[in-house]
């Protein structure tokens, strides 16, 4: 998303697993795998945002590298994630979680 700009989420699937390299906006997760590490889709160079959903069973995210809060994410049900450029992890708002 482009701050000042119409501009539309981008949506794409992945397979959990202890790192993921998620490249769109909002990303639908098959799979029970804890995930532990997010790949910025933007290298890091700046904040971003990320969109979680589970799509087959709830999701664990894990604190061992760089996402600062742990949690499951309940199948179907979202998790909005925010990367701090200047803090280097992201930062996790969960809707629903336990």
């Given at each position: 998303?482009?701050?000042?700009?119409?501009?539309?989420?981008?949506?794409?699937?992945?397979?959990?697993?202890?790192?993921?390299?998620?490249?769109?906006?909002?990303?639908?997760?098959?799979g029970s795998t804890t995930i532990n590490t997010i790949v910025p889709a933007l290298g890091g160079r700046q904040s971003?945002?990320?969109?979680?959903?589970?799509?087959?069973?709830?999701?664990?995210?894990?604190?061992?590298?760089?996402?600062?809060?742990?949690?499951?994410?309940?199948?179907?049900?979202?998790?909005?994630?925010?990367?701090?450029?200047?803090?280097?992890?992201?930062?996790?708002?969960?809707?629903?979680?336990?």
């Amino acid at each position: 998303m482009i701050p000042g700009t119409v501009s539309k989420l981008s949506e794409g699937a992945l397979q959990s697993a202890s790192k993921i390299y998620p490249k769109t906006d909002v990303v639908l997760l098959a799979g029970s795998t804890t995930i532990n590490t997010i790949v910025p889709a933007l290298g890091g160079r700046q904040s971003q945002l990320l969109i979680l959903i589970p799509i087959s069973a709830p999701i664990t995210l894990g604190t061992s590298d760089n996402i600062y809060l742990g949690a499951t994410i309940p199948l179907q049900r979202d998790a909005f994630l925010v990367y701090s450029r200047a803090a280097g992890g992201w930062a996790v708002n969960f809707f629903g979680a336990t």
